[in-house]
Nanobody, 127 residues
Framework: QVQLVESGGGLVQAGGSLRVSCAAS???????MGWFRQAPGKEREFVAA????????IHADSVKGRFSISRDNAKDMVYLQMNSLKPEDTAVYYC?????????????????????WGQGIQVTVSS
């Protein structure tokens, strides 16, 4: 089992920055970690993912150049640094962990690629 706890959300003005964190615990090895988000009235969507070994990343086109996912293996933490925030980035952000290996990074852009989910944390960007 893997437990995931998000932190660092809140309210920020458009153009500002925020970093959300995800603390992972549990013995199950994780091949990848990801961030997803769900805005009111919308489906949950992929934001970014990172391989636990090697650290290669993939970001959604909507956040590329503004958001950056990173990890700290020693601390079992994953971070999402969000810059140049826009009101449309307002959503509940979820951390997710995958125990499945895939050589195709696109595999980790879908919810089906993940086995464990955090409770989510609210990020609100005011205009």
């Amino acid at each position: 089992q893997v437990q995931l706890v998000e932190s660092g959300g809140g309210l920020v003005q458009a153009g500002g920055s925020l970093r959300v964190s995800c603390a992972a615990s549990g013995r199950t090895f994780r091949h990848a970690m990801g961030w997803f988000r769900q805005a009111p009235g919308k489906e949950r969507e992929f934001v970014a993912a990172i391989r636990w070994i090697g650290g290669s990343t993939i970001h959604a086109d909507s956040v590329k150049g503004r958001f950056s996912i990173s990890r700290d293996n020693a601390k079992d933490m994953v971070y999402l640094q969000m810059n140049s925030l826009k009101p449309e980035d307002t959503a509940v952000y979820y951390c997710a962990a995958s125990r499945k290996y895939s050589g195709d990074s696109d595999y980790y852009t879908g919810e089906a690629g993940y086995d464990y989910w955090g409770q989510g944390i609210q990020v609100t960007v005011s205009s």
